[in-house]
């Protein structure tokens, strides 16, 4: 299940759970639409990978207890600015091919997670 992590990884911004512009990638790494945009250039510093808008839980059970009442969302903040100079760098080999065709690359790793969380509908 995602985390629903608490704020932008970048800049701090918070990001609750009903935030419009919250951008994850497949690690669920957590951004906002503006670093995603500016700073990051679609690509994940941690991945490398592209970002996708994240969905919004409902803040009601409207079905099978399924809300963020029983499953709130992650306090845990993470924050760590990124160098902008490095990641430029990273950035110049990746930002112009576009996220689908990155998965030809080696795939990379989010520093800081062991790695995808299993899909609880998965089993
Ligand atoms: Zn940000
Ligand atoms: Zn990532």
């Known amino acids: 299940?995602?985390?629903?992590?608490?704020?932008?990884?970048n800049c701090n911004k918070p990001l609750p759970p009903a935030a419009t512009d919250a951008r994850i990638?497949?690690?669920?790494?957590?951004f906002c639409a503006d670093c995603v945009e500016r700073?990051?250039?679609?690509?994940?510093?941690?991945?490398?990978?592209?970002?996708?808008p994240r969905p919004i839980r409902p803040a009601t059970d409207r079905k099978g207890g399924n809300f963020l009442g029983k499953d709130p969302a992650s306090t845990t903040v993470?924050?760590?600015?990124?160098?902008g100079a490095a990641h430029a760098r990273f950035a110049s080999a990746l930002k112009s091919i576009p996220p689908a065709l990155r998965a030809s690359t080696p795939p990379g790793?989010?520093?800081?997670?062991?790695?995808p969380t299993r899909h609880p509908m998965s089993s």
Do not use: I, K, Q
Request: glycine share 14%; with cysteine; net charge neutral.
């Open 1 to 9: 299940m995602l985390e629903l992590r608490p704020n932008c990884e």
């Open 25 to 30: 990638c497949s690690y669920e790494c957590t």
């Open 109 to 115: 790793r989010c520093a800081g997670r062991g790695g």
């Open 39 to 52: 700073v990051l250039l679609d690509v994940c510093p941690n991945c490398g990978g592209g970002f996708a």
């Open 78 to 83: 993470r924050h760590r600015p990124l160098d």
